[in-house]
């Protein structure tokens, strides 16, 4: 078995030889193991849900693959509400001609990924199309959420500290250099950001709203929470971390690292009287050495508004990403 043929979503012998040989033996667990048509698991007073699609090109890159960016996206989704990821599910759509060897490494690589985030692979799906090797995969992630934490968009307050915890635009900047063969040392920042989140939980930090970089980029999250809150942002440019390389890359593309996106970097707002005990657990955890505070949610605003303070002291309106930011990156 060198390539994927139409006969590998048959659902007959040959599928069954591609779930034995690639999917359970990487994912093996009791509930998976089961081979079920739906996987019964259980469950909490709150159960978080999420689901996504990866579509991304490359399928390997510097830091990451699509293995790994379709767990570290739908786990950090969930920890996005507080929520303590445990399920996955993951739906294979794989075109006539994809390399087997590449289709192991990257299942190999998300089985790593969701052992590192502490969440199973409890059931999947494979389709084989006509097509020119391409690999997509669709996920469902279900965690569970503390009974007291209540943690969304909304729930800004005048007076709350705005956390980034590291450098802006890593993903997106990887991604685009692979696209255009630009030869530079940027590599992915796709990360599960377990640690950080579920310690600031646990250590009784008054989080109130929680966001992952993605696509669009910081700018379009201070704004869509902005807008949830009906708050006013006020952020410093000089504050807002920028790798030095990530920053020469824009610089030489005309690309505004507030709309580049990432894939293991979030906003959390905080209290003001915990955002030096919030600073120094997310700098202690893994993939939060960089964590810095950014600005402060300054008054109350019926639209929502986000104001840059510039360089050069003025203020800029930040808004959402208009179009469409170039190349998908996930």
Do not use: W
């Amino acid at each position: 078995m060198e390539k994927i043929i139409m006969e590998h979503g048959s659902g007959g012998r040959a599928t069954g030889e591609l779930i034995r040989t690639i999917f359970e033996d990487a994912f093996s667990n009791p509930v998976l193991s089961q081979m079920e048509d739906a996987a019964v698991i259980p469950g909490g007073a709150q159960i978080a849900m999420t689901t996504d699609s990866f579509v991304v090109t490359p399928l390997e890159f510097p830091g990451g693959d699509i293995g790994r960016l379709c767990v570290c996206g739908t786990v950090n989704d969930l920890l996005m509400r507080g929520a303590t990821p445990k399920y996955m599910t993951c739906g294979f759509i794989l075109e006539e001609g994809a390399e087997v060897a590449l289709l192991k490494r990257l299942v190999q690589s998300m089985a790593q990924t969701a052992r590192e985030a502490g969440v199973m692979v409890v059931a999947g799906d494979t389709k084989v199309i006509e097509g020119n090797g391409g690999i997509y995969i669709n996920t469902t992630g279900v965690g569970i959420v503390p009974t007291d934490v209540d943690i969304k968009a909304a729930n800004a307050k005048v007076g709350d500290k705005i956390l980034v915890s590291g450098t802006m635009g890593d993903h997106h900047a990887t991604i685009l250099s692979s696209r255009m063969n630009i030869q530079n040392k940027i590599v992915s920042d796709n990360a599960p950001l377990n640690e950080m989140v579920l310690q600031l939980l646990e250590q009784g930090i008054k989080v109130h709203v929680l966001r992952d970089v993605t696509r669009g980029g910081l700018g379009t999250v201070l704004k869509e929470l902005a807008q949830s809150s009906h708050c006013e942002f006020e952020v410093e440019q000089d504050l807002i971390p920028v790798s030095a390389t990530v920053k020469d890359f824009c610089g030489l593309l005309g690309l505004d690292p507030l709309y580049m996106g990432n894939e293991g970097k979030l906003v959390a707002i905080v209290a003001p009287e915990d955002e030096a005990k919030a600073l120094e657990i997310i700098r202690l955890a893994r993939y939060g050495k960089d964590a810095v505070t950014i600005g402060t949610v300054t008054a109350e605003h019926p639209t929502g508004n986000v104001l840059l303070k510039t360089h050069i002291g003025g203020r800029r309106s930040i808004d959402i990403l208009q179009g469409e930011g170039l190349p998908r990156i996930c």
